[in-house]
Nanobody, 114 residues
């Protein structure tokens, strides 16, 4: 069955970097658009980065554009989110999702201290 497992979250200082991973199983990520979303305490869950099936096209929400990079490693069947220049406003639970079929991972916590 389809499964998405995020990892790589943690505590980092302002200006630091983290790389999140989303390991997919049950389907090839090369065949599907996939997104990263995040949800801060008391706020709605927002899509922040998108990558198409082939990995050739990406799109970012304004607050992360230029700092975050989404990518796919097809042989590893894993999607990544490289996050640089982190700020406390980036503190949230980060989720990967396959919109076709509305599949979501369990999330990974990212906390940025000031």
């Amino acid at each position: 069955q389809v499964q998405l497992v995020e990892s790589g979250g943690g505590l980092v200082q302002r200006g630091g970097s983290l790389r999140l991973s989303c390991k997919a199983s049950g389907f090839p990520i090369s065949g599907y658009d996939m997104f990263w979303a995040r949800q801060a305490p008391g706020k709605q869950r927002d899509i922040i980065a998108r990558i198409n099936a082939s990995g050739a096209r990406t799109h970012y929400e304004d607050s992360v554009r230029g700092r975050f990079t989404v990518s796919k490693d097809m042989p590893k069947n894993t999607m990544y989110l490289q996050m640089n220049d982190l700020t406390p406003q980036d503190t949230a639970v980060y989720y990967c999702t396959r919109p076709t079929g509305d599949y979501w991972g369990q999330g990974t916590q990212v906390t940025v201290s000031s």
